[in-house]
């Protein structure tokens, strides 16, 4: 029998409690072997809970029990999740996690303590929640150069662009419509402002590059600066905006950032809505391979991580390699990044105003909106962002441009 313990008791940790207790047929044969959660830690107390009966507060009950083999870290954040972590592994035993915030700060350390010790560090739930993405990188994808991963990696600012689209509402409204149904904090920033995302694209990243992508060398936008306006703009341009983490490697070197993009209703990643996700890997012999499902939540979550609960029992005294690196990956400026945007600009003279844009940018493509007099929207050729935005410059020191209101990337296909 493998004893195991769970090491938070929240939202992902509750869920992976039950689904070892109802699945626990399919997840014992799965494994080979009977899977009993010994401990449970939290600092809180469940009364009435069957939980109880394993409850402790104490962390050195899990580290100095030989019997235990596995732990599930739902903790979050990084402290004490980090010591706690690095701990179990030093002492042998193999730990299954959902966290990314630990996963982008220290996987490619935790991995190496794993391999020294012949057991495993396993994170698939980090990225994409009941999503398989992780695993088809490590042993599946290893045949080919990852030239491009995008995708929606975070439900919470999918679900808010898919209902601005949908119900024609602003950001303000969507947000707090989000909030009140649990897909986002209180305080929002991780999602709203990217960092979710952020993470997330580094650690596929990491994965593909087989060395350290670091999270704070990632250019990352969120949805905070998206309007009503902008979803009517994507309307006309028969397209609709997502919030895409992006990692591509070309001859050159490798980006990775974060940031809203047009898509274009050909893309596969243009119907993924609501609070789902869809993850598009590209593979020099492969081609285009596409993931999607739930990205978050309580059942998906927990589903993943009990993949791996069983995928380290059954490697007992066996290190499933994973080549991540401890040495850092020198990601290229986002200047260099060849792109094109939609540019929103307000006018007076919309005449003479579209001159100037042709005179600084050449032939673009003009997009206009009923009852926005006082604006219009261009296409950018094809060029890195450094130029774009040097263009961008002059533009708006000509006398007919009265500002720039903002810029949305357009996805590369």
Known sequence: MAKIAIMGYGTVGSGVYEVIKTNSGIVN???????????????RDFPGDPVEEVL???FNDIL?????????????????????????????????????????????????????????????ASVGGGI??????????????????????NGTTNYMLTKMSKEGLEYDDVLKDAQNRGYAERNPAADVEG????????????????????????????ITAITKTDIDYAKAMGKAIKL??????????????????????????????????????????????MFYGRGAGKEATAAAVVSDVVDAVKHKNTHVIINWAE?????????????????????????????????VFGEVSFVELPGHDDEFGFV???????????????????????????????EVQ
């Open 29 to 43: 044969t799965k494994a080979k072997e009977d899977i009993d959660v010994k401990y449970v830690l939290d600092l």
């Open 327 to 359: 040495g850092k990956y020198e990601l290229c400026p986002i200047d260099v990044l060849v792109t094109e945007k939609l540019v929103r600009v307000e006018a007076e003279n919309r005449n003479r105003a579209k001159a100037a844009v042709r005179a």
């Open 195 to 222: 960092y979710d995302a952020c993470r997330k694209i580094s650690i596929l990243m990491s994965l593909a590059l087989e060395a350290q992508v670091d999270y704070r060398d990632v250019y990352t936008e969120g």
């Open 244 to 289: 895409l983490g992006y990692g591509r490697t070309t001859d050159e070197g490798s980006w990775a950032f974060v940031a809203p993009h047009l898509v274009n209703e050909t893309s596969p990643l243009y119907m993924v809505n609501d609070v789902f996700n869809g993850i598009c890997i590209t593979g020099n012999m492969l081609g285009q391979v």
């Open 380 to 410: 950018t050729p094809r060029s890195t962002e450094a130029e774009i935005d040097e263009k961008l410059g002059l533009l708006l020191n000509s006398d007919v441009i009265d500002n720039i209101i903002g810029t949305i990337r357009i």
């Open 56 to 58: 402790t507060h104490d």
């Open 64 to 124: 100095n029990d030989d019997e235990v083999s596995v732990v599930v870290e739902v903790m979050g954040g990084i402290n004490p999740a980090y010591e706690f972590t690095k701990a179990l592994l030093e002492k042998g035993k193999s730990v299954c996690t959902s966290n990314k915030e630990l996963v982008a700060e220290h996987g490619a350390e935790l991995i190496r303590i794993a391999e020294e010790k012949n057991i495993n560090y396993l994170f698939e």
């Open 132 to 153: 398989p993405i992780l695993r088809p990188l490590i042993s599946s994808i290893t045949a080919d150069r990852i030239q491009e991963i995008k995708g929606i990696l």
